[in-house]
């Protein structure tokens, strides 16, 4: 390894966490709009596809003993049951990310983001909360960061600095000489 190499910092797994109704996805998008590099992963889910929902982009549509090879294998990072469905985040494709040097930008509620964050300690937990929400201590001390979701605008460029100092750059050239 070069010391260009050492220089760079590892990419790293954000996860964005709130109340629900805090936008986390909304948010998400606008980030990676104006942040190309940055990945969202592709949850898993046994629910059948909503209108306009397109199967391997938003959502991998599983049958029930697919998520239950998935589990067994421990293929998700995490998952959970809601309502009649299961739902979880494929640990394949943020492993890729990041050793490509991508940053990884995945939006969950606050007990999945505690479950990662107990799988993979060095994810950093940000938490996107509305003007009025006060966590409580647990919370705060589980997350690295607090944005406030005053207005959309503010909170994006927030996060895109924030993850723009989170992944690999191309190494450059050395002067020659």
Known sequence: MSTDD???????LTVL??????????????????????????PATT??????????????FLDP??????????????WCRIGPYRHGVPRAGIRDRLAEGRPVLLPLDLPGA???????PDA???LLAPPSYRPDPAVSAAVAHAVWHDRTERVVEELVGLLGSSFL?????????
Do not use: K, N
Not at 6 to 12: D, G, I, K, L, M
Not at 114 to 120: D, E, I, K, P, S
Not at 169 to 177: D, L, T, V, Y
């Open 47 to 60: 629910r059948a596809p909503a209108p306009g929902e397109l199967p391997g982009i938003d959502r991998l």
């Open 114 to 120: 505690l479950a990662v964050r107990a799988v993979l």
């Open 17 to 42: 966490t709130g109340p629900s109704g805090a936008g986390r996805g909304s948010v998400v998008e606008q980030v990676r709009a104006r942040l190309p590099s940055v990945w969202r992963p592709v």
């Open 6 to 12: 050492e220089a760079r910092p590892a990419a790293r």
């Open 169 to 177: 750059a191309p190494a450059q050239p050395r002067p020659s000489g």
């Open 124 to 126: 950093q937990l940000v």
């Open 65 to 78: 003993a697919a998520f239950d090879r998935m589990i067994a294998a421990d293929e998700l990072l995490e």
